[in-house]
């Protein structure tokens, strides 16, 4: 091993301090020190970001190692590796020359290798007569066994700081995926609350992740995404807690309830559980009261009014009629959602249900979407969802070919149970910038 003395590059390289420093650092080497040459590459390769290192040039420095014959980097050892530059290139898989200076220059200062250069600047080696090394001149890999255990604890930092960035990256997801859906089930069970900024809170903290991020940024907008879910949850349970206070199977007015299906607080809009243990919503009878005298045929009071459909008996379902109406959502976030349906409604303003009902009527004929289609729309979804639906229309009208064929399929979706608003709602608030108007 080449303790003794200096090494200066030849040529017209200029000696640095960091040179210095790694052939001060090879005389530290302990006389019994040793190490597998390929478990420290292992290191290297882990404490690459650590050791501000290229990729390409860790290969070259691999392509050093397999020069060196043994597999034990060892003191007392000559650890000299003196290929030229065309058999570097061929282990390199064929690196042009250029690049491989590039590279042996970066390891060079980077303090993995150290230069002894010949009197005329090439690598060869002297051998006594026994064909022992006397004297090699070329790159030497003692810098390596003098900082292994400064490699290994940089590859333990690095690959624990990775694991660090895997976990906070897989709660961050469970927290997103929590808050997205919960914000949907608040939604279509129109639980009351300001879900929209929840929404622009939520967004806020996703557009502040990075591409790249490190585990302080990630600590800071998980603990901030937790927070708000916990919020989320709050308002969630405290609704939840007052409505299903005498709502469990086990307590008999809940029997008492299903046992009176004509008792006037079945009309009342509430949530309500079924006997198959599903939701059902029941709107006031006003709404469609009011609404009964906005037939577009002049028939204010008339079967063939698809906004007065079913409205005159006002008698529940069987059990085999099919499923219930869905509950409305907030009128503001249709709103929200839907804009375009406002310019429609009496004098160009939406006050009310009874407003966007009328405005649905008027897109309705002019989306030329047949009385029949709508009717059973208001049957099956209920008129406020239904004028809901073809606000909804309205809006992507520019990517819908049939208006009529569309709702139509959406109904019999709806009648399956595979249809709901609420994400079409969330979808449409997105796309219309409602979060971003309410986060700024």
Not at 155 to 175: D, F, N, P, Q, S
Not at 309 to 317: E, I, K, L, W
Not at 412 to 434: H, Q, S, V
């Amino acid at each position: 091993m080449e303790t003794d003395g200096i090494a200066t590059p030849f040529g017209r390289r200029a000696m640095t301090l960091g040179m210095l420093a790694s052939q001060a650092i090879v005389k530290t080497i302990p006389s019994e020190a040793s190490i597998d040459k390929w478990k420290l590459y292992r290191w290297l390769c882990e404490a690459r970001p650590k050791l501000r290192v290229s990729d390409r040039a860790l290969s070259v420095l691999n392509a050093l190692m397999s020069f060196y014959p043994k597999t034990e980097l060892a003191a007392g050892d000559s650890m000299v590796v003196f290929p030229s530059n065309m058999q570097l290139s061929l282990r390199t898989h064929g690196m042009a020359e250029t690049t491989l200076r590039r590279h042996l220059a970066a390891l060079v200062d980077a303090g993995l290798l150290m230069r002894r250069d010949s009197p005329n600047g090439k690598r060869y080696v002297r051998r006594d007569r026994e064909g022992e090394i006397g004297e090699a001149f070329g790159f030497s890999l003692a810098p390596l066994l003098a900082r292994a255990g400064e490699i290994e604890q940089l590859a333990a930092a690095v690959t624990a700081e990775r694991l660090l960035l895997l976990r906070l990256r897989e709660r961050i997801t469970l927290v997103r995926r929590d808050i997205v859906k919960l914000i949907e089930t608040a939604l279509e069970d129109g639980l009351a609350g300001d879900w929209m900024q929840y929404e622009a809170e939520y967004r806020v903290q996703i557009l502040a992740l990075p591409r790249i991020a490190t585990p302080e940024i990630l600590t800071v907008i998980l603990s901030a995404l937790e927070a708000l879910r916990t919020d989320i949850l709050k308002c969630m349970e405290k609704q939840i807690i007052l409505h299903n206070t005498a709502g469990y199977p086990d307590q008999t007015e809940r029997h008492k309830q299903n046992s009176k299906p004509d008792s006037i607080s079945d009309l009342e809009p509430s949530f309500e559980p079924k006997q198959d243990g599903k939701a059902e919503f029941q709107p006031e009878p006003t709404a469609m009261t009011d609404t009964a005298a906005m037939g577009e045929t002049g028939n204010p009071a008339g079967t063939n009014n698809p906004l007065n459909h079913g409205v005159a008996d006002r008698q529940p379902r069987s059990l085999g009629a099919g499923p219930e109406p869905q509950k409305p959502y907030p009128l503001p976030l249709v709103l929200q959602a839907c804009p375009e349906i406002i310019l429609f409604g009496p004098g160009g303003t939406i006050s009310g249900w009874r407003d966007l009902m009328a405005a649905a009527v008027v897109v309705r004929s002019m989306l030329a979407i047949s009385p029949s289609a709508y009717e059973n729309a208001c049957a099956v979804l209920g008129p406020e969802n239904a004028a809901t639906v073809i606000a909804c229309i309205l809006e992507r009208s520019g990517h819908i070919n049939s208006a009529g064929g569309y709702l139509r399929d959406l109904t019999r979706r709806a009648e399956r149970g595979e249809f709901t608003l609420g994400p079409m709602l969330m979808a449409l608030a997105r796309a219309n910038g409602a979060p971003a108007k309410q986060a700024g």
